[in-house]
């Protein structure tokens, strides 16, 4: 279950920082960013350096970052964001306790670099606030638990149980180490339990800030492969790992709020035949209706992800939304009544945490936005199980598909002017390159599969 808001420490000052530092017995700090794909990269300075690097930034060389700077202009500096300052949970009983600063990336002209995952998303944010908005988000990593086997990763799951099972093993330990461990970096755990395959797990944790919540999901997997490795074991946020079970979802609750009040703009109390909805929050469904397949690519980044977008394993592939139905794109979550004025929501259901969280936020934002300003209606909703419909029905409600592969999401993308621009050009030429150089890969691999289909046959 999401609660509505969550606030991390603001305003916080070097001294601040400082004292912490000295009060944790920190040795080093990480100052962390995250590439193109929302990989978390960090220059790493010992603690006597970190005045400096508050007063000054902390220079480094961009050019062998996936997406970032040529090697004409490679110089780039980080900025710290000391609002995000945390001690590393699993180094506290070292003598290298380390601690992490989320950075964000500048030019050596002294601009916000065009390419920084998290500059995309305080764009699309600030665009938001010029309309007198916030955007608020919730998403919900799922994750596999598998076991090394002589430092060989073996995708064999950790456990037999299924969703919610409470089974007296070693992932309990593990998921309630992680909760600990998430909290103490200032993430606030609303729920976990075991997810619907062997050895997949869920931890939420509280809906707040989208840029706040997108430094928590990199957070969160940071956290989550550090305590599975204390235990000899990977966590894996990868869509797809084992062919004939649930994939691993990043469901994404998302609501507006005004920016003076923080009242929730998702809801009327007088629309109960559109599940309490206001009109802005159809109007935002509906952007982003318009704009899935061109934002595909971004909340589905990878060849992988296509496996888990398909029928029969609890994926959305249908582009519809509903309350109940669990097979539509977007679903409008129950609340009760007396917490539907802060609670109200939808939930973006075909994201995986595959992707970089800065950019699904963003083109997100950007989507739903673009219904709000044209004034956009969704069509009615499906309360059908969608996954039951034939074609022809599915058809003659208007019902499409998402893209089936990556290929399809980058040619989607390459028409759609709005997520493009949400992305600006120096972001998306350096994604359309990485993940058209990542589909060729994939289409000259011969895998396995086709060895035993084709080998002895033909």
């Known amino acids: 279950m999401i609660t509505y808001a969550y606030k991390r420490k603001s305003g916080m000052m070097k001294h601040d920082i400082l004292d912490m530092v000295k009060q944790a017995g920190v040795k080093y700090v990480n100052m962390q960013f995250v590439d193109l794909f929302g990989m978390p990269k960090a220059i790493t300075i010992p603690v006597h350096k970190l005045e400096g690097a508050i007063d000054n930034n902390v220079w480094f060389d961009g050019s062998s970052i996936e997406g970032f700077a040529r090697i004409q ?114 993430i606030e755990v609303e729920a976990l339990h075991h997810e619907v395959a062997p050895g997949q797990h869920e931890i939420d944790f509280k809906y707040g800030d989208a840029l706040m919540i997108a430094d928590s999901a990199i957070t969160f997997k940071m956290v989550l492969k550090a305590i599975a490795a204390k235990y000899g074991l990977h966590a894996t946020f990868m869509a797809k790992p084992i062919a004939g079970i649930n994939g691993t979802g990043m469901h994404v609750h998302q609501s507006l709020a005004d920016i003076n009040t923080g009242a929730n703009l998702f809801y009327d109390p007088g629309a109960q035949n559109q599940y309490g909805l206001s009109n802005l929050a159809l109007s935002f469904i509906a952007g982003q209706l318009d704009h899935i397949k061109g934002m595909n690519a971004i909340t589905n980044p990878t060849v992988n992800s296509y496996k888990r977008l398909v029928v029969g394993y609890e994926a959305p592939v249908y582009i519809a939304w509903a309350r109940t139905n669990r097979s539509a794109l977007i679903r409008v979550p129950c609340i009760t009544s007396s917490s539907a004025a802060s609670a109200t929501r939808v939930e973006l259901r075909c994201p995986d945490p595959m992707c970089n969280p800065y950019l699904a936020f963003a083109v997100m934002l950007s989507a739903g936005l673009d219904g709000v300003k044209r004034g956009l209606r969704p069509p009615a909703p499906v309360e059908e199980d969608i996954f039951e419909l034939t074609d022809e029905k599915a058809a003659g409600l208007g019902i499409e598909c998402l893209n089936e592969n990556l290929m399809m999401s980058l040619k989607k993308l390459e028409k759609d002017e709005l997520v493009r621009s949400a992305l600006g050009e120096t972001l998306y030429d350096a994604f359309y390159r990485a993940k058209k150089d990542e589909w060729d890969r994939y289409r000259l691999a011969v895998t396995n599969w086709e060895i035993g289909e084709y080998l002895e046959r033909y």
Not at 85 to 98: E, H, N, Q
Not at 124 to 134: D, H, I, P, R, T
Request: some cysteine; overall charge negative; hydrophobic content about 35%.
């Open 73 to 186: 202009e490679s110089d780039m500096y980080l900025k710290p964001d000391l609002d995000t300052f945390s001690v590393l949970p699993w180094t506290k009983d070292r003598s290298d306790v380390i601690a992490r600063i989320i950075c964000d990336v500048y030019t050596p002209k002294g601009d916000p670099f065009a390419g920084d995952p998290r500059f995309i998303l305080r764009k699309q944010l600030a665009k938001a606030k010029e309309m007198g908005f916030s955007f608020n988000t919730g998403p919900e990593l799922e994750f596999f638990l598998f076991r090394k086997n002589d430092d060989e990763l073996k995708t064999l799951p950790n456990d037999k149980a299924g969703y919610f099972d409470q089974t007296n093993d070693l992932a309990i330990e593990v998921r309630n180490d992680m909760s600990f461990a998430l909290d103490e970096m200032g």
